[in-house]
């Protein structure tokens, strides 16, 4: 074989990987695009859960179940007591309709304080593609009405700050993660290179009137999955998102703040290689248990190690446990969600194989040592939102929706 021969084969094998890294990528990551159905469509179409762009859910301490979610150029509240039978009719969050990014990875967010105040932030879309700001508002009256949305990124140029995570902890401090471009921008303005974004944090004391100054917790993250948050039970957050290592290796890492103002050591979590030029658009998630353990979930498209994978830590991320390879990625298993309560964690995620959208589940009683088997808990030929977990005390629900339908609630631990 002479050495141009050899080159061309070389040459064309490097592109069948290229594309297959890629079509990976985008069968695991997105599955099928969400039809609008007709309904949602129409000129004279009214704000309806029906017809929500990528709801948020979550339960307040009385068992009240809220949904945040967009339409129109606005993010709407709405409440039900019956566990999802009746919804209260939805409020506008914002009454100046604005450009609001509401899909499978940036949504709007919601959660509630101990004494009934409802905190909504969204993703604010700037003219510039792929740019975007950090809202926030806030109901101190049952969520009857908002506050004027204030923009939480400090840093106001045409740039990327965007997949925010939002919590609260039992004091009412209110802490947001995002996703910032503000350092590549100013980089680029230098001619320097930069890889990927920032991880950038900022919190309110003052029940959410205001945030305080931004902080920067690490350059170079991956600038398009999503962040995830928990309050660990110091009442102080945990934040898990995918992070760059080396020159473009897009593992996770997860940093636990230790004051409103500081932060500790940087730990990195998953250790697939997974090298990609590109954006996954699938992001992390963490759920901390009473008993102080982190349990994570994530995707993962490296040649040798893909999929879903699950581990755990009990101290706070200077160990990890073994990682554990979940569902089926021939059926492009994909977006987990995760939550734990004592000994218990859930495991949520969805699949497709080319013909259904199947939800999935599986159980550990003892945390996370031991699995169930895979539980089919709903399947359809529809296209459908990305699943999400919510809890009211120790009742697990799984929440699906596909817009056009009723919003699906699903108990999974009765």
């Given at each position: 074989?002479?050495?141009?021969?050899?080159?061309?084969?070389?040459?064309?094998?490097?592109?069948?990987?290229?594309?297959?890294?890629?079509?990976?990528?985008?069968?695991?990551?997105?599955?099928?695009?969400?039809?609008?159905?007709?309904?949602?469509?129409?000129?004279?179409?009214v704000?309806?859960?029906?017809?929500?762009?990528?709801?948020?859910?979550?339960?307040?301490?009385?068992?009240?179940?809220?949904?945040?979610?967009?339409?129109?150029?606005?993010?709407?509240?709405?409440?039900?007591?019956?566990?999802?039978?009746?919804?209260?009719?939805?409020?506008?969050?914002?009454?100046?309709?604005?450009?609001?990014?509401?899909?499978?990875?940036?949504?709007?967010?919601?959660?509630?304080?101990?004494?009934?105040?409802?905190?909504?932030?969204?993703?604010?879309?700037?003219?510039?593609?792929?740019?975007?700001?950090i809202?926030?508002?806030?109901?101190?009256?049952?969520?009857?009405?908002?506050?004027?949305?204030?923009?939480?990124?400090?840093?106001?140029?045409?740039?990327?700050?965007?997949?925010?995570?939002?919590?609260?902890?039992?004091?009412?401090?209110?802490?947001?993660?995002?996703?910032?471009?503000?350092?590549?921008?100013?980089?680029?303005?230098?001619?320097?290179?930069?890889?990927?974004?920032?991880?950038?944090?900022?919190?309110?004391?003052?029940?959410?009137?205001?945030?305080?100054?931004?902080?920067?917790?690490?350059?170079?993250?991956?600038?398009?999955?999503?962040?995830?948050?928990?309050?660990?039970?110091?009442?102080?957050?945990?934040?898990?998102?995918?992070?760059?290592?080396?020159?473009?290796?897009?593992?996770?890492?997860?940093?636990?703040?230790?004051?409103?103002?500081?932060?500790g050591?940087?730990?990195?979590?998953?250790?697939?290689?997974?090298?990609?030029?590109?954006c996954?658009?699938?992001?992390?998630?963490?759920?901390?248990?009473?008993?102080?353990?982190?349990?994570?979930?994530?995707?993962?498209?490296?040649?040798?190690?893909h999929?879903?994978?699950?581990?755990?830590?009990?101290?706070?991320?200077?160990?990890?446990?073994?990682?554990?390879?979940?569902?089926?990625?021939?059926?492009?298993?994909?977006?987990?969600?995760?939550?734990?309560?004592?000994?218990?964690?859930?495991?949520?995620w969805?699949?497709?194989?080319?013909?259904?959208?199947?939800?999935?589940?599986?159980?550990?009683?003892?945390?996370?040592?031991?699995?169930s088997k895979?539980?089919?808990?709903?399947?359809t030929?529809?296209?459908?939102?990305?699943?999400?977990?919510?809890?009211?005390?120790?009742?697990?629900?799984?929440?699906?929706?596909?817009?056009?339908?009723?919003?699906?609630?699903?108990?999974?631990?009765?």
């Open positions: 074989m002479t050495m141009k021969k050899l080159q061309h084969i070389i040459f064309f094998a490097m592109i069948c990987l290229t594309m297959n890294a890629q079509a990976g990528m985008q069968q695991h990551g997105k599955h099928k695009a969400d039809k609008v159905p007709e309904m949602c469509t129409k000129a004279d179409a704000a309806s859960l029906q017809c929500a762009r990528a709801p948020s859910a979550t339960f307040d301490v009385k068992g009240r179940l809220w949904l945040a979610w967009a339409f129109g150029g606005h993010v709407y509240v709405n409440f039900s007591d019956d566990k999802g039978m009746t919804y209260s009719p939805p409020v506008a969050v914002n009454k100046v309709p604005e450009k609001i990014a509401a899909r499978g990875e940036n949504r709007p967010k919601i959660v509630i304080n101990s004494v009934g105040w409802v905190f909504v932030s969204w993703t604010q879309k700037l003219p510039k593609r792929f740019s975007g700001h809202r926030f508002s806030r109901s101190i009256n049952g969520g009857k009405y908002f506050s004027q949305p204030i923009t939480v990124n400090d840093h106001l140029e045409i740039t990327s700050h965007r997949f925010e995570s939002l919590a609260v902890n039992t004091k009412g401090d209110i802490y947001i993660a995002w996703l910032d471009k503000r350092d590549k921008l100013a980089s680029k303005a230098k001619g320097q290179d930069y890889t990927g974004a920032a991880l950038y944090y900022a919190v309110s004391t003052d029940g959410g009137k205001s945030f305080h100054r931004n902080n920067k917790v690490i350059d170079h993250s991956c600038e398009c999955c999503r962040t995830a948050m928990a309050i660990d039970n110091d009442g102080l957050p945990v934040i898990l998102w995918r992070h760059i290592f080396d020159k473009n290796t897009r593992d996770h890492a997860l940093v636990k703040l230790t004051s409103t103002k500081q932060f050591d940087v730990r990195r979590v998953s250790f697939e290689q997974w090298q990609v030029d590109g996954p658009h699938h992001g992390p998630d963490i759920s901390i248990s009473n008993q102080g353990v982190y349990h994570l979930a994530w995707f993962n498209n490296a040649p040798k190690q999929g879903l994978f699950y581990a755990n830590t009990q101290n706070q991320g200077q160990t990890f446990s073994k990682t554990i390879n979940f569902g089926n990625y021939k059926a492009a298993a994909a977006h987990p969600q995760v939550l734990s309560f004592r000994n218990k964690v859930y495991l949520l969805k699949e497709f194989d080319g013909k259904h959208s199947s939800l999935m589940s599986m159980q550990s009683n003892d945390k996370g040592v031991h699995w895979a539980n089919l808990l709903m399947k030929t529809s296209t459908t939102d990305h699943p999400l977990l919510i809890h009211n005390g120790e009742q697990v629900y799984a929440v699906w929706h596909r817009r056009g339908e009723d919003y699906r609630l699903i108990a999974i631990n009765d």
